[in-house]
């Protein structure tokens, strides 16, 4: 990436911009290659998903992540530059998009800040191949955006990102990114609706599926039997349920992701839409992994319990989930598997030998914080390559669950249990594991709720898990 010295925060003559802009035209014309301009200014504290509900449209891509409680936020929409891929070697292929991308890249203002220069959003689906016509997203795709607005450590960064061909009208795209900064720097509230009777929200419905349900049980007690014969240690099986709403307008993913943000403050919430009026949406408690400043950090999360109504039974329910023979060995493979995949990158992982506790509103969880050095021959999508999907939402030994899974579940998961984040130019970025999530559709929306099935575990009990799982969404849609 190129960094050149003309600074948007100092420089308010708009043909200033025209200039600049017209001679990275003029390079793009010459080697006859797409260009990519990124223009980074600081603004005044923002609320990313505020800015993102007042652009949103629903034919566009957008992308959004938050965790509340560490304080950071980033929203993008409007692909400039974007990329598809499948198979085996999906993530190696993405590399080579923001590589080749990244080359002809110039930047502009404060780049180096967090969340300043072009960042790639990332979605990668649980399955490597295309899962039908109808799939709503590929096995894996990228795209820059237009708009990007990101808030993290008290700092609130606006980006442009502009892509210029040989017969762009630059003229025209300065104006936009003139226009566009000083919206940003004077962001507007006074024109957002305020419903004074609540949220505005209409009856959500989930259908009564019985037979979904016995098809469940069936499933694990066919996993358990594989288990008792030897075929593999574990295997985390989903169900997905349909719910629908009487809204004349359907469901519109981004409110929904509201009453997820609220509710889940110690979780990642996130949408992601295809341009093509589907949206993903959740509120996960799973990192897959963070590349920050050459180091990484992963997790192990698994064996869980349900949250007590009094401070004493959630004493006991955690006291109980910490001693549970079943839920530690369920943890314990997630954990090796981990720390053997890192090895084989040649990273030295670090972790405790003892699981702490997770609490989130509904259910807690056995958590193992994992961390290593990352040279920089090992980038964040090689190790993404290698972790994904863990066997905390797939199975052990990978090689023998996953087959099995496409055998016992009614369809493809799609994003569901995928891998979701962002990349920027300095190779950092986080990716996340898409759970307790919807796929938003109109007036429908598909919920996936998934539970893992180890030695020991009861059918009945992992349907009550499940359960559990689903109602984290259903009530954000109620």
Not at 61 to 76: I, N, Q, T
Not at 95 to 101: A, C
Not at 334 to 356: M, R, W
Request: charged fraction near 25%.
């Amino acid at each position: 990436m190129i960094r050149r010295p003309l600074d948007p925060a100092e420089s308010r003559d708009p043909a200033a911009l025209t200039r600049f802009l017209e001679s990275v035209r003029q390079t793009a014309a010459a080697d006859r290659h797409v260009w990519l301009v990124s223009i980074s200014i600081a603004v005044d504290a923002l609320d990313p998903l505020a800015v993102l509900e007042s652009i949103f449209e629903p034919g566009e891509r957008h992308f959004y992540v938050e965790r509340p409680d560490e304080g950071v936020a980033l929203a993008g929409a409007d692909a400039v530059v974007e990329f598809s891929a499948s198979g085996a070697e999906r993530f190696a292929a993405c590399q080579q998009f923001i590589d080749d991308t990244l080359a002809h890249t110039v930047a502009v203002g404060e780049a180096e800040a967090p969340f300043g220069g072009p960042h790639f959003f990332a979605a990668f689906t649980f399955e490597p191949n295309f899962a039908g016509e109808a799939a709503a997203f590929p096995p894996a795709s990228l795209f820059v955006p237009r708009w990007q607005v990101g808030a993290r450590d008290g700092r609130t960064m606006a980006v442009a990102n502009l892509a210029i061909q040989a017969d762009t009208n630059v003229a025209h795209l300065a104006e936009r990114v003139w226009r566009a900064h000083a919206k940003f720097h004077s962001f507007d509230y006074a024109g957002v609706s305020v419903d004074e009777n609540g949220n505005g929200a209409h009856r959500a419905t989930a259908a009564s599926d019985g037979e979904e349900a016995r098809a469940y049980v069936g499933a694990v007690e066919s996993a358990l039997s594989d288990i008792r014969a030897g075929r593999y240690e574990k295997i985390v099986l989903s169900r997905r349920r349909e719910v629908r709403t009487d809204a004349p307008t359907g469901l519109h993913p981004l409110r929904v992701l509201n009453g997820l943000r609220q509710r889940f403050g110690d979780c990642f919430a996130f949408s992601v839409a295809n341009g093509k009026g589907q949206s993903f949406i959740g509120a996960s408690p799973e990192r897959l992994l963070e590349v920050r400043s050459g180091k990484l950090r992963t997790e192990g999360l698994a064996g869980s319990a349900r949250r007590g109504a009094r401070a004493s039974e959630d004493a006991a329910m955690a006291a109980g989930l910490a001693r549970d023979e079943k839920e530690l060995h369920e943890h314990r493979l997630v954990v090796d598997a981990i720390s053997g995949e890192l090895q084989g990158l040649g990273l030295q992982p670090v972790f405790s030998a003892k699981p702490g506790l997770r609490r989130f509103a509904n259910v807690q969880h056995l958590h193992t914080a994992i961390g290593a050095d990352l040279p920089p021959s090992v980038r964040l999508l090689d190790v993404a390559a290698r972790l994904h999907p863990t066997p905390a939402v797939g199975g052990s030994p990978r090689s023998a669950a996953l087959p099995r899974i496409a055998e016992l579940e009614r369809g493809p998961r799609g994003l569901y249990a995928g891998a979701l984040g962002w990349i920027d130019a300095r190779g950092d970025g986080e990716l996340l594991v898409g759970l307790r999530s919807a796929l938003i559709d109109g007036a429908t929306a598909v919920l996936y709720a998934g539970a893992g099935i180890v030695a020991g575990s009861d059918s009945q009990r992992e349907l009550v898990e499940t359960e559990l799982k689903f109602r984290a969404v259903l009530d954000a849609l109620a």
